[in-house]
């Protein structure tokens, strides 16, 4: 069985997001030997599709995969995850919902924290903001509690968009992120 080898020399390697924030997207290395790796986003802790390996070509001008193995999580009870690892203090994920709002889809993760700016300044302004291409949409201060930000990015999903809506008090916050028909434009 072959395994995941991602310093082996390669021709090519496709990113899933043109920039990287604080792990790798979901990206494709296509090896010098004629194998091409797929590897998930790192980030996805739902994907249950993690690795996909096989011999690759050129044909007519594309690209052809031909896929020989494919690692796939079956079975087990799927546990929500949570958005980022960034908790500078300790953090206790205290709710997880799913649904729907004018016909756009969210998550929202509530949080217990002690160190509430702090885990936020981390996660949304370092992770997201200034590394992930996420853009705040109103002016918010981390350092104000009780208070709320609203920042957002392009889906891969084209023609939408995603937001994510922070409320934070002294003791926790919630991160709702909705994905929704939209489109980013920069003055």
């Given at each position: 069985n072959p395994v995941p080898d991602e310093a082996a020399p390669y021709v090519a390697l496709w990113h899933g997001s043109?920039?990287?924030?604080?792990?790798?997207n979901e990206r494709y290395l296509l090896c010098y030997d004629g194998t091409f790796i797929w590897?998930?986003?790192?980030?996805?802790?739902?994907?249950?599709t993690r690795y996909v390996y096989g011999a690759w070509g050129v044909t007519g001008g594309n690209i052809e995969l031909d896929?020989?193995?494919?690692?796939?999580?079956e079975g087990g009870t799927l546990t929500p995850y949570a958005v980022g690892t960034y908790a500078v203090g300790e953090r206790k994920v205290t709710g997880v919902s799913?649904?729907?709002?004018n016909g756009a889809q969210?998550?929202?993760?509530?949080?217990?924290?002690?160190?509430v700016s702090d885990d936020l300044i981390?996660?949304?302004?370092?992770?997201?903001?200034?590394?992930?291409g996420w853009?705040?949409?109103?002016?918010?201060?981390?350092?104000?509690?009780?208070?709320?930000?609203?920042?957002?990015?392009?889906?891969?999903?084209?023609?939408?968009?995603?937001?994510?809506d922070i409320t934070y008090e002294n003791s926790g916050y919630t991160i709702k992120?909705?994905?929704?028909?939209g489109e980013l434009t920069y003055n």
């Open positions: 043109p920039v990287l924030g604080s792990d790798w590897l998930a986003n790192r980030m996805d802790g739902e994907a249950r896929v020989q193995l494919i690692l796939r999580l799913t649904g729907t709002d969210y998550k929202e993760y509530t949080y217990e924290s002690s160190t981390a996660y949304i302004i370092d992770d997201l903001v200034e590394s992930g853009v705040a949409l109103v002016d918010f201060n981390l350092n104000d509690v009780p208070g709320t930000g609203q920042i957002a990015t392009e889906s891969k999903d084209e023609g939408k968009i995603l937001i994510m992120i909705t994905k929704t028909v």
